[in-house]
């Protein structure tokens, strides 16, 4: 059974924005934290994002300010909404699961599909 299922991306022009959806199943959504990664051409995957089941957030210092996570719980969904896109944000985005005594750079779930997301002029 697929775990995780990430959408949204697509090409953007630098400065554009874009809202990524991970849509994940109920049992994982309520038991879990939730986090964005992304992997460039060439690249280790890094983490973007995270947000707890208490709607606490923390992003990565490259995309403060410009990104956003979110989640809806009716929906077992998680979004990240990206500003002020720029080329460096060029990669592939997948959403994992960690919990509280875990790290999140050490995801528990399998990885999806991803989404890919380029920004160029």
């Known amino acids: 059974q697929v775990q995780l299922v990430e959408s949204g991306g697509g090409l953007v022009q630098p400065g554009g924005s874009l809202t990524l959806t991970c849509k994940t199943i109920?049992?994982?959504?309520?038991?879990?934290?939730m986090a964005w990664y992304r992997q460039a051409p060439g690249k280790q995957r890094e983490l973007v994002a995270t947000?707890?089941?208490?709607?606490?957030?923390n992003y990565a210092d490259s995309v403060k300010g410009r990104f956003t996570i979110s989640r809806h719980n009716a929906k077992s969904s998680v979004y990240l909404n990206m500003n002020s896109l720029k080329p460096e944000d060029t990669a592939v985005y997948y959403c994992?699961?960690?919990?509280?005594?875990?790290?999140?750079?050490?995801?528990?779930?399998?990885w999806g599909q991803g989404t890919q997301v380029t920004v160029s002029s």
């Open positions: 994992n699961y960690y919990t509280m005594s875990s790290s999140p750079r050490s995801p528990l779930g399998s």
């Open positions: 109920t049992s994982i959504f309520s038991a879990y934290n």
């Open positions: 947000i707890t089941r208490s709607d606490s957030t």
